[in-house]
């Protein structure tokens, strides 16, 4: 694997454990209802609508969307963990007088395998749905991504 691929997941791996972490002591606001299967499965749908809908996509193009979809979520479910519980594992990292850097090493380490793995397919998905789209809706991409977080997918 490249050095700065290995550098960014790494990155990526270490800012999620502690943000998430951060997370864990704060409000949770709308989240609050959790992310059961259902919900991830309701979202799913209706971010892939959303997105066909903007893109206007044939029926192709909306299957591959969808299996990029799924890739992203098994991706999660890898990074979590089976039955994981990020607010305790962040509580035991700051259980005692100090800092168990031993722990946090071994949640950094697991996470890491577990983008790992999971990144492969899921850039392959990227791939296969980006390769898929025609010259105006790679533009339409590419102009929501100029936006930097200034709504997504019209969500404001």
């Not at 960014?8 to 864990?24: C, E, F, H, N």
């Not at 809908?53 to 890898?78: F, H, T």
């Not at 890491?112 to 492969?120: L, R």
Request: charged share 30%; net charge positive; glycine share 10%.
């Amino acid at each position: 694997m490249k050095t700065w691929i290995k550098r960014s997941l790494i990155g990526l791996t270490a800012a999620t454990v502690v943000l998430g972490g951060l997370t864990a002591c704060g409000s949770r606001g709308d989240h609050a209802r959790g992310w059961s299967e259902e919900r991830v499965t309701e979202m799913r749908g209706k971010a892939i609508e959303r997105i066909s809908s903007k893109l206007e996509l044939n029926a192709e193009q909306k299957q591959k969307l969808g299996v990029l979809a799924d890739e992203m979520i098994a991706s999660r479910k890898a990074f979590r963990g089976e039955g994981a519980d990020p607010r305790a594992d962040f509580k035991t990292l700051v259980a005692g007088e100090k800092f168990d850097r031993a722990k946090a090493q071994s949640l950094l380490d697991q996470k890491t395998a577990a983008v790992q793995g999971s990144a492969p397919k899921v850039l392959a998905a990227l791939a296969d749905f980006y390769d898929s789209l025609n010259p105006e809706q790679q533009r339409q991409v590419r102009e929501k991504l100029d936006k930097r977080g200034h709504g997504r997918w019209g969500r404001g």
